[in-house]
């Protein structure tokens, strides 16, 4: 199994910025492509971001596309998320992901391994 723990989050003004890390415990942690999810009370996990194996891929939510920028340092096993230009519609309880297999990276279900989550708060 993957251990996986997030950090990073907190409460800003609208207009800031945050940077999320997410920290993986495997000796493989180049072989899982890593995601970004969201969620807010009473609805579904949303897809953020992904990265592929080497960090030369990058994909992005049509929501935080130019904002967010999702980038990975395999030498120590971390994901980031740098949040810019926030929102009070970004505020969200944040988690990093690890698919074993790659498929479809927007699908929550599809992620093997997933994080405790960070709360990001916006405020306006």
């Known amino acids: 199994q993957v251990q996986l723990v997030e950090s990073g989050g907190g409460l800003v003004q609208a207009g800031g910025s945050l940077r999320l890390s997410c920290a993986a415990s495997?000796?493989?942690?180049?072989?899982?492509?890593m995601g970004w999810f969201r969620q807010v009370p009473w609805k579904e996990r949303e897809f953020v971001a992904a990265?592929?194996?080497?960090?030369?891929?990058?994909y992005y939510a049509e929501s935080v596309k130019s904002r967010f920028t999702i980038s990975r340092d395999n030498a120590k096993n971390t994901v980031y998320l740098q949040m810019n230009s926030l929102s009070p519609e970004d505020t969200a309880v944040y988690y990093c992901?690890?698919?074993?297999?790659?498929?479809?990276?927007?699908?929550?279900?599809?992620?093997?391994?997933w994080g405790q989550g960070t709360q990001v708060t916006v405020s306006s």
């Open positions: 992901a690890a698919l074993k297999d790659y498929s479809d990276y927007r699908l929550a279900s599809e992620y093997t391994y």
């Open positions: 990265v592929s194996w080497k960090g030369d891929l990058t």
């Open positions: 495997t000796r493989t942690f180049s072989s899982y492509f």
